[in-house]
């Protein structure tokens, strides 16, 4: 073996036995002879405590104590200028009252071990033994194993150990070292053959550094490497990993965002450690922790270190090496030490610390997309989103976490089929991801894959209970109360995931959408001017934004934002639609049939064939109340062929059976009941609500009020991402009139009257009027009363309507009902 191969390596320092030298980063760094032999002989015996009694007989022999006391408080000092090393906060050298000093660090060597590590059980076992990473002093002084991998150790001549080179060197004649329980070199050489060679190393903290009050601004990883692959990716990576734990708060996306708005930076700037320092300040935050990534020939650096903004002093710091490129993911695992130091406790750190590679993925490629794909949903929304995402799953196949993002953000665009596809993926893959991780997956698969709501907020709950800064969970629990019609609940989570996050998006437009069902258009209004400030071009804050305007009369605003919508991918399809659902409330039917068109050729050209059949069976839902049956029809069926998605499903099942089509509704119906017999909202809302229709076609209003009751406690719930509202509440008012009960049908066509934000521009909302006047003239013959009650509704009606198409079906019906009341 020549002198360049006798090594010692530890985090971005080498030592050369032979030569007695010392490397940073390939480069010599200057350490006299003796301090040179004492951080030979230390990391020779790493994770060992080495006495000074121990040190005085190796290389002080014969020397006074006065003398050998001098000398080694001289020599450490030294090596810790050298290293860059913090008595305080020791990277490398840890000094134990009246113990003596242990080399903390992972140490790599390529000089074979004297003595094999010790084997724990029968000879048959003698293959394979625990090796000890690392280890921690709990609080009560207990040693506890960070972790541990079986590893194959094959039989070997016995060779010059690192120990005995260092004794050597010295050439000392004292007593041969003993040998260590674990061999901290050996175990980097025979995992890193494995595949693993990752190494964290724990060390308990005097004090916790942070509370659970406590938030943190992670920075950007300083990447030495020169590889464009760990750009955004380790700090993603890093995220994940620590957003693992209950106790810490890492600060969202969105202040930082805000504040480096305020700083006069891009939203996208680089956050270098001083910028994230002025973020941390400008946002009352007590630390930011910093990472480092550095490459030594094939192998890898990786460094942490939490700061105090403040102070600047540093809360803790770990180091970790890998072997390789491919194992770099698996030492940000490191960050599990950095929590314990910041004040975790134990049995939190223990419980909720899944390895990295498991929540997320193995392939830096596939995390790099992923990361791009996040970065891309928060900046310009889902449609930008889902090719990074997608690309990371071809990259990793078994990528939950990505397919679970997925799944949310064709949620977001109306893709219900592609949405519940994702969530089912996810969902099979949930078996090693964290528990943060679980619960968001197993939520996601229960809203989007199996319907089953219930299931749904019980896992939000849990997660509240778990992770109580966790916004997104907040937001997600609002969405399925509107989805229950409970809009006070919902705007109750609504507040807190705004509170939690009021840079974010989903709890803006879940507590904007909560505050207009309730009628709150002032609070509504505020909380979206507030969400614009920070984000003006958000497509979900558009579509609450033209919701308000069209309630307030603000044609204006509606055109403002109809116009800026124009040509923007994922924002130019809801404008034409939502103009559409506003031109057939007011009964131009032919300019609504023009924009769906639109809207929906605009949706698949990119590629979003089921947003595209949504607004077909919405416009189907349109046609039919209007009178036009066969119109209706054809949009029912052709919605269907393009995306049978459960949403398309539903509407067009009711289409078809309020345009007298009985046997094909009937047939999705039982579809729907076969492919989602868990769904909430098909069992409790559309199944009835199609049964009903299907009995009112067959003259059985008793019936169809009947099986109505089961939808009643979430008859005003939101049932779709499309604009169709109260279905129950409309079929069982047209039951009563059938039944020649005027009060009950006037009653249940003014909950579209009473609840106008709820209702918003949903044409059936102004054919409840000509309803309610149909009620009223129900009694017109016998009382002038709800004669002249009749009269006054149907001029609502028909001014309403005034420029409506006038071959309408339904308004030339209108016409002549009102005429006989004159």
């Given at each position: 073996m020549s002198a360049t191969q006798e090594l010692l390596r530890f985090g971005i320092f080498e030592l050369n036995l032979a030569a007695e030298e010392l490397g940073k980063s390939g480069t010599p760094v200057k350490l006299p002879p003796l301090p040179f032999r004492l951080l030979a002989l230390l990391a020779s015996h790493a994770g060992q405590i080495l006495t000074r009694q121990e040190i005085q007989e190796q290389l002080w022999a014969g020397e006074t104590f006065v003398d050998f006391e001098h000398g080694v408080n001289k020599c450490i000092n030294q090596i810790r200028t050298a290293l860059g090393d913090n008595a305080?906060?020791?990277?490398?050298?840890?000094?134990?009252?009246?113990?003596?000093?242990?080399?903390?660090?992972?140490?790599?060597s390529n000089v074979v071990p004297a003595l094999r590590p010790k084997v724990v059980g029968s000879d048959s076992e003698r293959s394979r033994f625990p090796v000890l990473i690392?280890?921690?002093?709990?609080?009560?002084?207990?040693?506890?194993?960070?972790?541990?991998?079986?590893?194959?150790?094959?039989?070997?001549?016995?060779?010059?150990?690192?120990?005995?080179?260092?004794?050597?060197?010295?050439?000392?004649?004292?007593?041969?070292?003993?040998?260590?329980?674990?061999?901290?070199?050996?175990?980097?050489?025979?995992?890193?053959?494995?595949?693993?060679?990752?190494?964290?190393?724990?060390?308990?903290?005097?004090?916790?550094?942070?509370t659970d009050k406590d938030t943190i601004v992670l920075a950007d990883f300083d990447n030495k490497t020169g590889d464009p692959v760990f750009d955004d990716t380790l700090k993603q990576g890093l995220a994940i990993q620590l957003k693992q734990s209950p106790f810490l708060n890492l600060i969202s996306q969105g202040k930082v965002i805000q504040s480096l708005k305020l700083m006069e930076r891009p939203a996208d700037a680089a956050l270098t450690s001083q910028v994230a320092r002025e973020v941390c300040l400008r946002t009352g935050c007590k630390a930011m922790l910093v990472g480092s990534i550095d490459q030594l020939g094939n192998q890898y650096v990786l460094g942490l270190k939490a700061v105090n903004c403040n102070t600047q002093d540093v809360l803790a710091e770990a180091q970790e090496q890998a072997?390789?490129?491919?194992?770099?993911?698996?030492?940000?695992?490191?960050?599990?030490?950095?929590?314990?130091?910041?004040?975790?406790?134990?049995?939190?750190?223990?419980?909720?610390?899944?390895?990295?590679?498991?929540?997320?993925?193995?392939?830096?490629?596939?995390?790099?997309?992923?990361?791009?794909?996040?970065?891309?949903?928060?900046?310009?929304?889902?449609?930008s989103?889902?090719?990074?995402?997608?690309?990371?799953?071809?990259?990793?196949?078994?990528?939950?976490?990505?397919?679970?993002?997925?799944?949310?953000?064709?949620?977001?665009?109306?893709?219900?089929?592609?949405?519940?596809?994702?969530?089912?993926?996810?969902?099979?893959?949930?078996?090693?991801?964290?528990?943060?991780?679980?619960?968001?997956?197993?939520?996601?698969?229960?809203?989007?894959?199996?319907?089953e709501l219930e299931k749904a907020a019980q896992a939000y709950e849990l997660t509240e209970q778990t992770y109580p800064r966790d916004a997104g969970a907040y937001s997600n629990s609002a969405a399925i109360y509107i989805g229950f019609g409970n809009f006070e609940r919902a705007s109750e989570k609504a507040r807190e995931a705004v509170r939690l996050d009021p840079n974010g998006t989903g709890g803006h437009a879940n507590l904007a959408n909560a505050y207009a069902a309730l009628n709150r258009l002032d609070e509504a209004e505020a909380v979206c001017k507030h969400a614009e400030e920070r984000k003006p071009n958000d497509v979900y804050l558009q579509g609450n934004r033209y919701g308000l305007a069209f309630?307030?009369?603000?044609?204006?605003?509606?055109?403002?934002?109809?116009?800026?919508?124009?040509?923007?991918?994922?924002?130019?399809?809801?404008?034409?639609n939502a103009q559409a659902g506003t031109e057939a409330w007011y009964g131009k039917l032919k300019k609504a049939r023009e924009l769906t068109r639109r809207a929906m050729d605009s949706a698949r050209h990119n590629d979003a064939k089921e947003t595209a059949a949504t607004y077909q069976a919405e416009a189907a839902l349109r046609e039919v109340e209007a009178g036009y049956g066969e119109q209706a029809s054809a949009d029912a069926d052709a919605a269907v062929k393009l995306a049978p998605n459960r949403d398309v499903q539903a509407m067009a099942a009711l289409a078809l059976a309020r345009a007298g089509d009985t046997a094909r509704a009937q047939k999705l119906a039982a579809e729907?009941?076969?492919?989602?017999?868990?769904?909430?909202?098909?069992?409790?809302?559309?199944?009835?609500?199609?049964?009903?229709?299907?009995?009112?076609?067959?003259?059985?209003?008793?019936?169809?009020?009947?099986?109505?009751?089961?939808?009643?406690?979430?008859e005003l719930?939101?049932?779709?991402?499309?604009?169709?509202?109260?279905?129950?509440?409309?079929?069982?008012?047209?039951?009563?009139?059938?039944?020649?009960?005027?009060?009950?049908?006037?009653?249940?066509?003014?909950?579209?009257?009473?609840?106008?934000?709820?209702?918003?521009?949903?044409?059936?909302?102004?054919?409840?009027?000509?309803?309610?006047?149909?009620?009223?003239?129900?009694?017109?013959?016998?009382?002038?009363?709800?004669?002249?009650?009749?009269?006054?509704?149907?001029?609502?009606?028909?001014?309403?309507?005034?420029?409506?198409?006038?071959?309408?079906?339904?308004?030339?019906q209108a016409k002549a009902e009102y005429a006989k009341l004159q």
């Open positions: 305080g906060h020791p990277l490398y050298i840890e000094t134990l009252l009246r113990r003596g000093y242990r080399f903390v660090a992972p140490v790599a690392g280890s921690r002093t709990g609080a009560a002084g207990a040693e506890v194993v960070a972790a541990s991998y079986p590893v194959a150790v094959p039989d070997m001549p016995r060779t010059a150990s690192p120990a005995d080179k260092v004794a050597e060197i010295h050439k000392a004649r004292s007593r041969v070292w003993r040998a260590p329980l674990v061999w901290i070199g050996v175990s980097v050489l025979l995992v890193a053959a494995t595949g693993g060679g990752l190494h964290w190393r724990w060390r308990a903290h005097k004090a916790p550094a942070l072997a390789s490129k491919e194992s770099v993911l698996k030492a940000l695992d490191v960050a599990i030490s950095i929590r314990s130091k910041l004040g975790e406790s134990l049995s939190s750190v223990q419980k909720y610390a899944t390895p990295l590679v498991e929540v997320t993925t193995s392939s830096l490629e596939a995390l790099k997309a992923y990361s791009l794909g996040w970065k891309a949903a928060y900046a310009e929304g889902p449609t989103a889902v090719p990074f995402l997608q690309r990371a799953v071809e990259l990793d196949p078994n990528f939950a976490s990505a397919y679970s993002m997925m799944a949310v953000n064709y949620h977001n665009l109306d893709e219900a089929g592609r949405a519940a596809e994702n969530a089912r993926k996810a969902y099979a893959l949930r078996g090693k991801v964290s528990e943060r991780e679980r619960l968001t997956i197993e939520s996601l698969y229960y809203i989007l894959a199996t319907g309630l307030r009369g603000d044609t204006a605003q509606m055109a403002r934002l109809v116009s800026a919508a124009m040509g923007k991918t994922g924002s130019e399809e809801w404008a034409l729907l009941d076969k492919a989602l017999p868990l769904a909430t909202l098909v069992q409790r809302y559309w199944l009835p609500t199609v049964q009903a229709a299907v009995a009112l076609d067959g003259k059985e209003p008793s019936r169809a009020v009947e099986l109505l009751k089961v939808a009643s406690p979430i719930g939101e049932p779709t991402q499309a604009s169709v509202l109260l279905c129950p509440v409309y079929l069982r008012a047209e039951a009563y009139l059938m039944l020649g009960d005027g009060d009950a049908a006037a009653a249940e066509f003014q909950k579209f009257i009473d609840h106008y934000g709820l209702v918003g521009n949903f044409p059936w909302g102004a054919l409840a009027r000509l309803g309610r006047a149909r009620a009223y003239a129900l009694d017109a013959a016998k009382d002038p009363a709800a004669r002249d009650k009749a009269r006054a509704a149907y001029q609502d009606f028909l001014t309403l309507w005034k420029d409506a198409d006038p071959d309408i079906p339904i308004y030339k």
